[in-house]
């Protein structure tokens, strides 16, 4: 094991945890004043509920064993075996704080989608659906890629969650939104976003959490973490830049909105 490389990737593990609460944050500034602490619920609940299914079986189907290249075993289930040794997929760091780094990942993929359901779902409904999403979408997406599935062995790619992450949320996203469908007063009732500067403080507390997301995947404090995280910064800052000219250019003037659009952008690109 590297002292280094473990005290970075600590670190890191807690800037992505930052991510989920600052999402809430980010989700609750944009709707209507009534939903704002359901809205928040939805990325704390996930953060709680998501953290629980993976210490007891959800890191195991990821990241234990392979089965056809479908799924992991159950060789890690309740985290049987995760301790501080390095005998995990990074053998550069203790296993438990592998497993704890990519439990953020898949805490904030849960929450991602929420955003396609909010203001219109029950709270109970959206914990059957993260419960389910996470077992049967994210775990076995995250073990195609990431845990030695049949992807990985095509030699299919994923730095920081470009597939298991972005695009998986953003499939469950859409299908979300057509499962659930428009708001029922849309068209009758302004749905103006309620408060913009929670929005732009979470969106900046996303800024900074997604330093560790993208460094953190190089999985040690080295030039790869370093390249990750000046791309990731000249991305986000090129993403602001370019949604305000666009902005200026057709209507006459940037907007903040935009502009935390913007930056989101270009932190997922």
Not at 7 to 27: D, G, R
């Amino acid at each position: 094991m590297n002292p280094a490389d473990t005290a970075f990737i600590i670190l890191c593990a807690t800037f992505v945890m930052l991510m989920t609460p600052a999402l809430a944050l980010f989700y609750g500034g944009l709707v209507r004043s009534k939903n704002i602490l359901s809205t928040c619920m939805h990325s704390y609940a996930a953060l709680g509920m998501v953290s629980i299914l993976w210490a007891l079986f959800g890191y195991s189907l990821a990241f234990s064993g392979d089965i056809s290249g479908l799924i992991g075993n159950l060789d890690h289930v309740f985290l049987i075996g995760v301790g501080g040794e390095a005998n995990g997929p990074a053998a550069n760091l203790p296993h438990n704080v592998f497993m704890a780094f990519q439990c953020m990942f898949a805490a904030l993929t849960v929450a991602l989608i929420s955003g396609a359901y909010a203001e219109r779902i029950r709270f109970s409904a959206m914990l059957v659906f993260s419960a389910l999403w996470t077992v049967f979408a994210y775990c076995p997406m995250a073990h195609w890629v990431w845990g030695g599935g049949w992807m990985a062995k095509l030699g299919a790619v994923d730095f920081a969650g470009g597939a298991v992450v972005h695009m998986a949320s953003a499939a469950a996203a859409l299908a979300c939104a057509h499962a659930v469908g428009p708001r029922t007063d849309l068209g009758k009732t302004p749905m103006i976003p309620n408060n913009l500067p929670m929005t732009l403080f979470g969106g900046g507390l996303l800024w900074f959490g997604w330093f560790g997301f993208n460094a953190g995947s190089a999985l040690a404090a080295n030039a790869l973490a370093g390249h990750a995280l000046v791309t990731t910064h000249l991305a986000t800052a090129a993403g602001i830049f370019g949604w305000m000219l666009l902005e200026y250019l057709r209507f006459g003037k940037a907007t903040t909105l935009g502009a935390i659009s913007g930056a989101l952008a270009g932190l997922v690109s």
